[in-house]
């Protein structure tokens, strides 16, 4: 399965190029998709960082990464260093837990949960962000509760898809 690990490593990508296409035939692209975009080439950066790096680490780092991304450039100052260091603490928190098999999980919980309330605002991005930090959520759940082939090609056949919809619904805004 290592074609498919790199092919779903680089998809996470295809939002962020499609986006240069788009603007590259004329077309105007808000900076909330291209906040997103970046938000999610964020996994492009944990994947690759996963070959050198334990993928456990980078998988309940990134998640932070891509709300920190959010928090800066949609909430004022204040409320993002706030958030921030909440996120933080907690990230802390659940990796330092003793018994807990994957801390991950609550971190990304925290962090995905953060960029869907961060975001909803924007009615564009909406469905967009719901399939990528929601259903992909969901999925990663499945996985971190039942890991194999089998789950984990839903979480990357539901992340495929969310790029899909970011695709079709950055076309249409």
Do not use: N
Not at 55 to 63: G, H, N
Not at 79 to 106: E, K, Q, T
Request: with cysteine; glycine share 6%.
């Amino acid at each position: 399965m290592p074609v498919i690990s790199e092919i779903t490593h680089h998809l996470a990508l295809l939002p962020l190029l499609w986006l240069l296409v788009l603007s590259h035939c004329g077309k105007h692209i808000g900076p909330a998709w291209w906040l997103l975009s970046l938000v999610l080439a964020v996994s492009w950066l944990a994947d690759s960082a996963a070959h050198w790096v334990d993928p456990r680490v980078i998988s309940a780092l990134y998640p932070i990464v891509q709300v920190i991304l959010v928090a800066f450039v949609v909430l004022p100052p204040i409320a993002a260093h706030r958030l921030i260091l909440a996120i933080v603490m907690i990230a802390v928190a659940s990796l330092a837990a003793r018994g807990v098999a994957r801390p991950d999980v609550f971190v990304r919980t925290i962090c995905w949960a953060g960029i869907v309330l961060m975001l909803w605002p924007t009615p564009s991005l909406r469905v967009t962000v719901l399939s990528a930090f929601g259903l992909c959520w969901l999925a990663w759940i499945g996985y971190s509760l039942s890991p194999s082939w089998a789950t984990w090609g839903v979480y990357q056949g539901l992340r495929a898809g969310a790029d899909g919809v970011f695709c079709w619904a950055s076309a249409r805004a």
